[in-house]
Structures are given as structure tokens and as C-alpha cells.
């Protein structure tokens, strides 16, 4: 009995963060009198018909921030997890010998390829 509380209220706590959205909607039909008269940022021009809507689209860039920041901080703490801090410290030292080479003469061109390709010989 008591374990069937619990999964119900996990349940409930699993969709309730899926669905924020909705409940920003819910509660301001709810109270959209109050809203409208007490919390409206346009309350004193009634001329806009703004009735309490600016109010909502706040609250509603609130809860997109929210989750998205809930995002990011699933996301760190995935990496956190994949890949632990380790206590040891590795430092790359360059290697401190130097190679030094004797310079070689360059080579000589080579002509066999004028054997081969010459101009061809004009017959006057």
C-alpha cells in the first residue's frame, strides 16, 4: 500500500516537470480574475485589453528557463559522471635532445632525358 503512494507520487513528479508548461496555463485560467486586477503589468490601461496575458507570457519564459537550465545542469552533471576528476596530474615534458645532421651536397642534375626528348628536325 505505502510503496503504491509512493510510485504514484514519483509518477506524478516524473510528468509534473515534463508538463510545467501546462501548469503555468492552468493556474492562470484559474486565476486569470485575480491576475488581470492584481498582478497585470498593463493594469492601469485597461484600453490595451491586456487582461492579465503579459503576465502570463513572464511566467511562461520563466518556467522555458527553468527547464532549460535544469537541461544544462543534467548535462554537466552527465560528464561530471563519464568522466571523474582523477587525483593525478600528468605534465608533458619535451625531450631535450637535439638531432643535428651534416648537410649534404645537392646532386647533380642527371641528362638522360635528352636523349629521349629532343626537338623534332625540320627538313628544308
Do not use: W
Not at 516524473?14 to 485575480?34: A, P, T
Not at 543534467?74 to 576528476?85: K, W
Amino acid at each position: 500500500m505505502f510503496t503504491r503512494i509512493i510510485s504514484i507520487c514519483l509518477l506524478f513528479a516524473l510528468f509534473g516537470s515534463g508538463f510545467s508548461r501546462f501548469f503555468v496555463y492552468v493556474g492562470f485560467e484559474l486565476n486569470s480574475k485575480y491576475i488581470a486586477e492584481n498582478l497585470c503589468v498593463n493594469r492601469s490601461r485597461p484600453m490595451m485589453h491586456c487582461n492579465g496575458k503579459c503576465y502570463l507570457m513572464n511566467k511562461l519564459r520563466q518556467a522555458d528557463e527553468k527547464e532549460k537550465k535544469q537541461q544544462r545542469e543534467s548535462l554537466r552533471s552527465s560528464y561530471q559522471e563519464g568522466m571523474p576528476a582523477s587525483a593525478f596530474q600528468f605534465t608533458f615534458i619535451r625531450p631535450v635532445i637535439n638531432f643535428s645532421y651534416p648537410k649534404q651536397p645537392v646532386p647533380g642534375i642527371i641528362h638522360r632525358a635528352t636523349k629521349f626528348f629532343q626537338p623534332p628536325k625540320l627538313s628544308v
